[in-house]
């Protein structure tokens, strides 16, 4: 390894990847350190997700201003490039359906904030949420046309393929494990597969460490004072053929958000949901698959790697989504996918900042969803702090 690089990107998530990506498409040298064998068999976000192309309802301006504005940005994004370099992905729509009088009034401030973010979402009532989705059950809905899902794993891999293609360089199955700050840089201290330990000056380094994000935000600055708290999400699923009642459409399907208590705190929450799974005919037509995903049923996770154990029992999953699929049963579900995501505490938004003792080290913190849908509005905003900050 040369002994200055002008360019260090720990994480090959999507968030890594895409800064990879854009950063090398500008010319820049740029390196990416992965310490999983490669990401589409790795623990981490990217590879255990809900796949949801988010069209930017969620996120109030003043609350969570990055994801307000990088969602919608991203979603557009997103789109462009999934039809260009194929893709596997389907721009089905989504419902979010209120099945109570008292959760009306929620659908409205949802639509104001989807039309301050500039993302398409109509209020409808239950006739014609019917004729979207004949097998839901709801007083009214949001309409947003804009929503999808994308197969995130072909998303990694054209990521990763157009960065190569453009010079960066990915060393997977090797671990960022010091990182000093010096006056050129930062000095970053790299443990191979087989052990050997190898030191380097990068000019730059961009931590998109996802669930390892606070720490690696620490190895450069020890005062730092940022905490991932991990959060398990579980999915289950069932097979749309199964049963005549079953047969929802190729939509995702969402409760109003409603707030949930953890150990750290209380939170808004998507909901658990229902979202189409894709498949790829031999003709090349991407459709749903039999399979729909319901969840993810979030609670802490016991650590950073807590993907084992058991499910939660099936009928937790299904009295989540009973109000507005009250056909699904118990039997009908199976255990799908586990995932934790890199919730920052305290924070509800990203937490996109050079560090303040080591501006050569800029962080992207807490990197939850909808980080996969942003993440080449992400690229975007992370290129453009770099030439700012030359
Ligand atoms: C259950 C679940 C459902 C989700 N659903 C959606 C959704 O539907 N839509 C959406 O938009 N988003 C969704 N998300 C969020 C989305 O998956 C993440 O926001 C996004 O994938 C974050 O990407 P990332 O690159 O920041 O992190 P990651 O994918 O976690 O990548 C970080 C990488 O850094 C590597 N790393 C860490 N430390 C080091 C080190 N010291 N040295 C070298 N490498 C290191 C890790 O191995 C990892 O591969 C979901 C997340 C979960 C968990």
Redesign the pocket.
């Known amino acids: 390894m040369s002994e200055s690089l002008e360019i260090t990107v720990?994480?090959?998530?999507?968030?890594?990847?895409a800064v990879a990506q854009a950063l090398a498409r500008q010319g820049r040298e740029v390196f990416v350190?992965?310490?999983?064998p490669g990401?589409t068999q790795?623990e981490?976000?990217?590879?255990?997700?809900?796949?949801?192309?988010?069209a930017g309802l969620y996120y109030d301006s003043q609350t969570r201003p990055l994801k307000a504005r990088l969602c919608p940005a991203g979603n557009r994004l997103l789109y462009e490039f999934c039809e260009r370099y194929q893709v596997p992905h389907l721009q089905c729509g989504k419902l979010v359906a209120a099945t109570r009088q008292e959760e009306l009034p929620a659908l409205e401030l949802y639509q104001a904030r989807a039309a301050a973010n500039g993302a398409p979402c109509q209020l409808i009532d239950a006739d014609a949420a019917r004729e979207r989705e004949p097998l839901v059950k709801a007083l009214a809905a949001l309409w947003l046309p804009t929503s999808g899902v994308i197969d995130p794993t072909a998303y990694l891999h054209q990521l990763y393929a157009l960065a190569a293609g453009d010079g960066a360089q990915f060393l997977t199955q090797?671990?960022?494990?010091a990182a000093r700050p010096q006056a050129e840089g930062i000095q970053v201290t790299l443990r191979y597969r087989d052990g050997a330990i190898d030191e380097f000056l990068t000019k730059r380094l961009i931590n998109?460490?996802?669930?390892?994000s606070d720490?690696?935000a620490r190895l450069v600055n020890p005062a730092s004072p940022h905490r991932i708290d991990p959060m398990r999400?579980e999915?289950a699923c069932f097979y749309r053929g199964k049963r005549p009642e079953l047969g929802v459409g190729a939509l995702n399907i969402y409760p109003t958000p409603y707030q949930v208590k953890l150990p750290g705190g209380s939170y808004w929450t998507v909901g658990v949901h229902l979202t189409p799974t894709l498949e790829t005919t031999p003709q090349g037509e991407v459709k749903p698959s039999p399979a729909v995903t319901v969840?993810?049923l979030n609670f802490a996770a016991a650590h950073k790697e807590d993907y084992g154990g058991q499910h939660r029992p099936m009928a937790d999953f299904r009295d989540q989504v009973a109000g507005f699929f009250p056909q699904l049963t118990e039997d009908d579900l199976q255990p799908y996918q586990v995932?934790?995501?890199?919730r920052l505490a305290g924070h509800q938004d990203w937490l996109l900042e050079f560090d303040p003792k080591a501006p050569a080290c800029l962080n992207?913190l807490g990197?939850?969803?909808?980080?996969?849908?942003?993440?080449l509005a992400i690229a975007q905003e992370v290129r453009e702090m770099i030439s700012e900050n030359q």
């Open positions: 720990v994480g090959a998530g999507a968030v890594g990847a350190i992965e310490k999983n990401v790795g981490n976000q990217s590879s255990r997700n809900s796949g949801v192309i988010h090797t671990e960022v494990i998109c460490a996802g669930l390892y720490e690696v999400g999915a969840g993810p995932g934790v995501q890199a992207l990197f939850d969803s909808p980080a996969l849908t942003a993440s």
